[in-house]
């Protein structure tokens, strides 16, 4: 079986802010083989106003705050105004994310607090875990966790009791306010992106720049356990193997049973020669009965490509507890569906495989198929 490397996106794995952060050992850095830090990382700021937010701020953000409020007058300015399209390939500071109104979810939080500033509205940075999924490029493995934002005036008592905090999110309020979510600082927020951006410039074939923006993430926020699984693949795409292994059992110490840690240990000792080892963690990682994020999908196509679509479709249903929020899963469904003459379940599916899909190109793709579906029925 194909052998994945997973690595942790937009995914909170540091302990409660209240946590003392104790500094990463410097041994897990070896910067020689990765050159020198790139400008980009160096000098980041996620928060900077462009000329064009400021001009935004100045001309057109007034009728909004005059008419609502400083809070909701933003969030009101964000629905209808700027209208940011969901595009999860990027991670995109806030000057960014506004020019080309595009951004994840991230990228939409970080946009939301750099309005926010000049507007003297607080804000309050959530992570919901029960918002999350896996994905998936080549041979690595993504889990991507869920950030928000919450939007509060600096007055927040009104006549009929306390003004309750308004959520900034690409998903549904109605789905996100009745989940738990735990609450982040600016450092997290900022290790996150440089995380994020770790992971994706990895994929894109460039683990030297990935190397610095996982160092960082580290350095700012040493309790952001995501960024030591980031860096330990980018030593193992960098074929430093070693240096992996290190980084991840520093990590273990601090949750001795992720599995994510885990998964990639073995294969850094794989590719050390050490098997007997390997296998060991294997077998503790078995212990843990974790869930292994597609395989009951690759099965169900297996199942479809020898011409049985009932059978692929049992295995489906039972990725979809997993994966809920995974485009590629609910594009699988409508073929299926589509294949078992379920020409609702074919539509429904293909229509949450564009709404769930992770950049504009994926969404328009589905949305063709949908209208073709559509179109033959009308026939």
């Known amino acids: 079986m194909k052998q994945f490397i997973a690595i942790v996106g937009v995914a909170l794995l540091a302990a409660c802010g209240t946590t003392p952060r104790i500094e990463a050992p410097p041994a897990l850095f070896v910067d020689a083989p990765f050159g020198s830090e790139p400008d980009e990382v160096r000098h980041l700021d996620l928060f900077a106003l462009s000329p064009a937010m400021n001009d935004f701020l100045v001309r057109e953000m007034p009728r909004y705050t005059r008419r609502d409020g400083p809070a909701r007058g933003l969030y009101e300015a964000l629905r209808t105004r700027l209208r940011i399209d969901y595009d999860a390939t990027t991670t995109r500071v806030a000057a960014q994310t506004f020019d080309l109104h595009t951004g994840n979810c991230l990228s939409l939080v970080i946009l939301t607090a750099a309005l926010a500033r000049p507007l003297d509205v607080a804000v309050g940075y959530r992570y919901v875990p029960q918002v999350r999924t896996w994905t998936r490029t ?209 539509r429904r599916h293909l229509d949450a495989a564009m709404q769930l899909s992770l950049n504009v190109h994926d969404r328009d793709l589905y949305a063709g198929k949908l209208e073709k579906l559509r179109a033959l029925e009308m026939q």
């Open 138 to 346: 080549g041979d690595v493995l993504f889990e991507n966790g869920h950030v928000n934002i919450e939007l509060s005036p600096r007055a927040t008592v009104a006549g009929n009791g306390i003004v309750p905090p308004l959520i900034v999110d690409f998903v549904p309020a109605e789905a996100i306010d009745a989940q738990p979510a735990r609450m982040l600082d600016d450092r997290t927020i900022e290790a996150m992106f440089r995380n994020n951006r770790a992971a994706e410039v990895l994929v894109a074939g460039d683990p030297r720049t990935a190397y610095w923006w996982a160092r960082s993430a580290i350095k700012t926020d040493p309790g952001f356990r995501a960024a030591y699984n980031t860096l330990a693949v980018v030593y193992l795409r960098a074929e430093q193997p070693a240096l992996a292994g290190q980084v991840l059992r520093y990590a273990l110490t601090q949750v001795p049973d992720d599995p994510r840690l885990l998964r990639n240990l073995a294969i850094a000792l794989d590719h050390q020669g050490l098997t007997d080892e390997a296998s060991r963690v294997r077998m503790q990682l078995a212990a843990l009965d974790t869930y292994q994020p597609f395989r009951l999908l690759d099965e169900g196509k297996l199942a479809y490509a020898r011409g049985d679509a009932a059978a692929a479709m049992k295995l489906y249903r039972k990725e979809l507890r997993h994966l809920p929020y995974s485009a590629e899963l609910h594009y699988a469904i409508a073929v299926a569906s589509a294949q078992l003459g379920d020409e609702r379940g074919a």
